[in-house]
């Protein structure tokens, strides 16, 4: 949970700005980057088709942030990936959709069982 602070404060800082729409990447950039073999570029640019399919159907049900953090991290050094994206973005969700469940099991789990009460008698002396 801790892991993605520095992400949030990132996001809030960030200037670049998140579209209602997916963003655009040159796949044939990156898949050239990628290798220089005709089998592993295909392989790059159908799992980066793949990818966009999948980000142009679930988008909107992504939050501003994490789609700005994660349009942060996809398009480091240069570069930029689809799949990179989508990938940021189901981890993303995953963790905001796991937060309120893991809060409950941590707080079941802090929760001593009570212990038995012991009755101490008194011995005369």
Not at 18 to 32: G, L, N, Q, S
Not at 62 to 75: G, I, N, W, Y
Request: with cysteine; net charge negative.
């Amino acid at each position: 949970m801790l892991l993605h602070l520095p992400i949030a404060i990132l996001t809030t800082l960030s200037p670049i700005p998140v579209a209602d729409t997916v963003p655009k990447f040159d796949v044939a950039r990156e898949c050239h980057f990628e290798g220089g073999e005709t089998a592993v570029f295909d392989r790059c640019s159908r799992d980066e088709a793949t990818a966009l399919e999948k980000l142009q159907a679930e988008w909107p049900q992504f939050a501003d942030a994490d789609r700005s953090a994660c349009l942060t991290e996809a398009t480091t050094a240069g570069f930029a990936s689809y799949v990179d994206l989508v990938t940021c973005l189901e981890m993303a969700r995953d963790v905001r959709n796991a937060e309120p469940n893991s809060r409950d099991a941590l707080a079941r789990q802090s929760t001593r069982p009570s212990q038995p009460e012991v009755n101490v008698v008194d011995k005369p002396d």
